[in-house]
């Protein structure tokens, strides 16, 4: 009786034991976010005069995904489709203005879940440094949305605009010569406990990419290494008006646009060096990404798709195909190059699943769990993506091609009316990233299975209303 008992008790110990090692050995996740950073303004993606030697890194260090995607060709949608997994449409967050304004009365609804939400279940710390745009009255904020602290400004740096202190200043030479006192965005902080409140107003954009960084490296300094963490850092920028710091003025060989990498690139750099130099480095995977394509019309203001077709707002591969890094030194394998479909909508299924959180069961999600994808493992789980606009399903990639079902080339309102396509423009992304030769005649059968593809979609899609649109 005496041995059983102790028998009883050295396994409860050894139970106890495994359970704490395997919480301890839960990964940290951090995402670093830009605003419409394109496929082609990395180094590591093949911009020529862009230097960003600690995103090169990264990519060495880790992986390098070429068909990585996001949920919207704009900010609000994709920044909804990133922390819940879901497309737009599902969540309501999409509406003919396309994006929330200042004067927009609503926000991510409160019964979606987010992966801060998800997380924090698990019993993580979360917190947001950057740019929200998914509603900035006080219901909506992010410490309404599972994360514990928050410090940014609520939706994007070219709103609130009051004018210009230079009267010799017209139209678009406002946004192509900046001065942020022109741009009143605030510039918030807060707690769960305490709310969130106005620190700045306006913010000043020129410190604000250094701000956003070093105050990720603090959240970084201030956990505790027996609990898990979720940061989400979404930078404000390259999103027209441009800023950067008097240290990265003249920084780079690609002007201003160039300055404005750079200096995230530095960021990235020293996030990175605070986890080695923590031992946190081989237990934390870091993605870095953007919510869409570069904003073509602002021309050397706009960034470059490289290779890809068009640029933000539209539902071509430049509006829609992202830089993806992932980095975690002894899982996700060095070198690596991949070109597997996959996206932001997988993040939140693929967290949970290394974290060994619960998802949430009562809301479709249109994510992947890709954790052995991430680790070279297994190939991705996705071979299909859904372009929407709005509420209008444009495009449909599935396996290495994509169909378009209406096409709208420029993001500029009126500029460029919606083209339907019957049947629909068809390219094999494999051989033809710039999607521009035709094979609808030549490849009925690739577009009879969209078509099923389609139908399956769209039988299991509920559309939400818009929320974007209310007033």
């Given at each position: 009786m005496v041995v059983t008992l102790m028998l009883r008790s050295l396994l409860l110990v050894g139970v106890l034991l495994i359970a704490g090692s395997a919480s301890a050995a839960r990964p940290n996740f951090i995402i670093i976010f830009c605003d419409d950073l394109g496929y082609g303004d990395l180094s590591c993606y093949g911009h020529p005069t862009i230097s960003t030697p600690h995103l090169d890194r990264m990519a060495t260090e880790g992986m390098r995904a070429t068909q990585f995607y996001v949920a919207a060709s704009v900010c609000t949608p994709s920044r909804a489709g990133l922390l819940t997994g879901r497309y737009p449409i599902r969540s309501g967050m999409w509406g003919n203005r396309r994006v929330l304004f200042p004067d927009s009365i609503g926000g991510l609804p409160d019964h979606e879940v987010t992966i801060a939400e998800t997380l924090q279940g698990a019993g993580y710390k979360t917190a947001m440094v950057g740019k929200w745009h998914l509603g900035h009255r006080k219901e909506f904020l992010p410490t309404n949305h599972g994360f514990d602290s928050y410090y940014g400004i609520p939706y994007s740096n070219d709103m609130d605009r009051v004018g210009t202190t230079d009267p010799q200043k017209k139209g678009r030479q406002v946004f192509l010569d900046p001065d942020w006192n022109d741009f009143h965005v605030p510039l918030m902080e807060g707690t769960v406990k305490e709310g969130c409140r106005e620190i700045e107003r306006p913010a000043n954009q020129s410190t604000i990419t250094r701000r956003y960084t070093e105050r990720t490296i603090e959240l970084i300094d201030s956990m505790d290494s027996e609990v898990p963490f979720f940061l989400y850092l979404a930078h404000s920028l390259p999103h027209v008006p441009l800023f950067r710091s008097d240290e990265f003025a003249g920084h780079s060989q690609s002007g201003l646009y160039?300055?404005?990498?750079?200096?995230?690139?530095?960021?990235?750099?020293?996030?990175?060096?605070?986890?080695?130099?923590?031992?946190?480095?081989?237990?934390?995977?870091?993605?870095?990404?953007?919510?869409?394509?570069?904003?073509?019309?602002?021309?050397?203001?706009?960034?470059?798709?490289?290779?890809?077709?068009?640029?933000?707002?539209?539902?071509?591969?430049?509006?829609?195909?992202?830089?993806?890094?992932?980095?975690?030194?002894?899982?996700?394998?060095?070198?690596?190059?991949?070109?597997?479909?996959?996206?932001?909508?997988?993040?939140?299924?693929?967290?949970?699943a290394m974290a060994g959180a619960t998802l949430p069961g009562n809301l479709s999600l249109d994510g992947y769990d890709q954790s052995a994808w991430l680790k070279g493992e297994d190939k991705s789980a996705r071979d299909s993506m859904f372009f929407y606009r709005d509420n209008r399903l444009m495009a449909i990639r599935y396996k290495n091609h994509k169909a378009h079902f209406i096409t709208q080339d420029s993001y500029v309102p009126g500029a460029s009316a919606p083209h339907f396509h019957d049947p629909p423009l068809l390219y094999d992304l494999s051989t033809d990233l710039r999607e521009q030769h035709d094979l609808s005649k030549r490849q009925p059968a690739v577009l009879e299975q969209i078509r099923k593809v389609r139908q399956d979609h769209e039988a299991a899609m509920v559309p939400a209303e818009s929320i974007l649109d209310m007033k």
């Open positions: 160039g300055d404005v990498i750079e200096e995230i690139d530095d960021g990235v750099g020293r996030i990175l060096q605070t986890l080695r130099d923590r031992d946190l480095a081989e237990n934390t995977l870091v993605v870095f990404t953007s919510d869409n394509g570069p904003w073509l019309t602002f021309a050397d203001h706009g960034g470059s798709a490289g290779p890809l077709r068009n640029g933000k707002g539209t539902t071509f591969d430049g509006g829609m195909r992202v830089p993806g890094i992932f980095w975690m030194p002894g899982t996700v394998p060095a070198n690596r190059i991949d070109s597997g479909v996959t996206s932001t909508l997988d993040l939140l299924p693929t967290f949970a």
